[in-house]
């Protein structure tokens, strides 16, 4: 039987634990751990983490009504294998899940 508690200890396991987002309303860096990022102005362009901070974990980034914001890759690191850069539009959320060699869009 799955109760509410036992959803949020196996979730508090899989570092899945639901958290307030944090809006970013200029350019910088995703800290490790912020796992949901909330895009909160124009043309901002945010760095994820480095692949091997955050190896396993899955980062949120949602855009409210703005545009020409981007999401790129720290260093050397890709997004699905090839991409540095992403362009997002206004109202994407977006699921990157870090593994060893690059960051998958889900």
Do not use: E, R
């Not at 899945?16 to 124009?42: E, Y």
């Not at 260093?75 to 206004?90: H, Y």
């Amino acid at each position: 039987t799955v109760t509410a508690f036992s959803y949020l200890l196996d979730n508090v396991a899989a570092q899945k634990v639901l958290s307030s987002p944090v809006s970013i309303s200029a350019t910088s860096t995703i800290p490790v751990g912020q796992v949901w990022t909330t895009l909160t102005a124009n043309n901002v362009v945010v760095t994820l983490p480095s692949l091997a901070s955050v190896q396993g974990q899955t980062y949120t980034v949602k855009v409210l009504n703005y545009t020409g914001c981007s999401i790129i890759a720290a260093g050397a690191n890709t997004i699905d294998g090839s991409l540095t850069s992403l362009a997002v539009n206004n109202y994407d959320c977006l699921y990157l899940t870090a593994t060893s060699t690059t960051w998958l869009l889900g």
